[in-house]
């Protein structure tokens, strides 16, 4: 029984040893230095995208509010890639799927949109796109 049990504590070492662990995946995200700093940008340089649970809308300085699918955001954001100067404005819905942040995250980074910034969506600002 002792040589079986030996047997057993170093097939586990050596699995143990021999295993490669998966480095988690993380998202880097670069968070502003101080909250009291104010940068001013052009209203033409930003693209404002409202995420709701079953639509999302879009709109690009003061044009009117347009309305498509989380899932249609990939052709808005063609058209905008590779645009170093825009700054996209993401406001998401309490109640919208987490899945929904990841894929305009995912989106934007296939557009090479790096310049973005997440919010929760007010109820102010979520009456104003549902009237549309």
Same mark, same amino acid.
């Given at each position: ?35 009291? %700093?104010?940068?001013?940008? !052009?209203?033409? =340089?930003? /693209?404002? @995208?409202?995420?709701?649970? +079953? &639509? ?19 052709? %808005?954001?063609?058209?905008? !890639?590779?645009? =170093?100067? /825009?700054? @996209?404005?993401?406001?998401? +819905? &309490? ?38």
């Amino acid at each position: 029984m002792t040589p079986m049990v030996d047997v057993a504590f170093l097939l586990l070492i050596f699995f143990m040893v021999t295993t490669v662990f998966r480095t988690p995946q993380a998202l880097e995200i670069n968070l502003p230095p101080d909250k009291d %700093v104010q940068i001013e940008i !052009a209203e033409s =340089k930003v /693209l404002s @995208v409202r995420v709701l649970p +079953d &639509r999302a809308y879009w709109k690009r300085g003061t044009s009117p509010w347009a309305r498509t699918e989380v899932a249609s955001l990939d052709q %808005v954001f063609k058209s905008y !890639a590779g645009n =170093k100067e /825009l700054v @996209v404005v993401i406001k998401i +819905d &309490r109640d919208a799927k987490f899945n929904s942040m990841v894929s305009v995250i995912d989106e934007l980074d296939l557009a090479n949109l790096t310049r973005f910034s997440l919010g929760t969506l007010t109820p102010l600002e979520k009456k104003e796109v549902e009237t549309l």
